[in-house]
Each structure stands twice: as structure tokens, then as C-alpha cells.
């Protein structure tokens, strides 16, 4: 069994900082992509970041040059580095891990940038 768990998450001022992490374990044999979705009460899920097993990423527009994604291969870990932080980006934020076969998902952690 695979379990992804996520920390890090909270409650910001505009213009701050958060990092998120998400640390894979169980049945996972190789380096594979990883991401951070996110979801806000009636909006639709959107990608935020991804990171394929090479190590190139993909940003959606909104976060570009404030988020960065970056990971531990050693660790099966995952990271979401979270600066100027605004209030558009207050959402549940999970973590995806791709293995062949299945996804798996994180329990989702809240970010909440409010002054």
C-alpha cells in the first residue's frame, strides 16, 4: 500500500511564505512525476505544479516566478516552495504521486492567505 502524507500547510498574511511537503511510502519501486493540485470551495481543481522523474517541472501561469517544486529522489519527497503568497491562492492543496497502473493521492492540506 501506498500512503502519501502532507504537511505544512496554514494560515498566511498576503505576501508570505509556506512550504509544503508530501513524503511517499509503501510499494514504490523507481522515481516517478509528482505534483501538487489544489482546489478551492466551488472552483474547479487545477494543477498547480508537477515534476517528472528527470526533474523537469511545469507551472500553471498563475503561480509562475512565486512557486517552485522540487524533490528528494532519497526520500521519495516532494516540495512546494509557496512565496508572495495572495489571497487567490487560498485552496486545499493535495499531492499526486503517478505510478504505473494508479495515482495516488495525499489527504490534502489547507493554505489559507488571508490578512
Known amino acids: 500500500q501506498v500512503q502519501l502524507v502532507e504537511s505544512g500547510g496554514g494560515l498566511v498574511q498576503p505576501g508570505g511564505s509556506l512550504r509544503l511537503s508530501c513524503a511517499a511510502s509503501?510499494?514504490?519501486?523507481?522515481?516517478?512525476?509528482m505534483g501538487w493540485y489544489r482546489q478551492a470551495p466551488g472552483k474547479q481543481r487545477e494543477l498547480v505544479a508537477a515534476?517528472?522523474?528527470?526533474?523537469?517541472?511545469n507551472y500553471v501561469d498563475s503561480v509562475k516566478g512565486r512557486f517552485t517544486i522540487f524533490r528528494d529522489n532519497a526520500k521519495n519527497t516532494v516540495y512546494l516552495q509557496m512565496n508572495s503568497l495572495k489571497p487567490d491562492d487560498t485552496a486545499v492543496y493535495y499531492c499526486?504521486?503517478?505510478?504505473?497502473?494508479?495515482?495516488?493521492w495525499g489527504q490534502g492540506t489547507q493554505v489559507t492567505v488571508s490578512s
Open positions: 499526486n504521486l503517478d505510478l504505473p497502473g494508479r495515482e495516488y
Open positions: 515534476i517528472t522523474s528527470g526533474g523537469s517541472t
Open positions: 509503501g510499494r514504490i519501486f523507481g522515481i516517478y512525476a
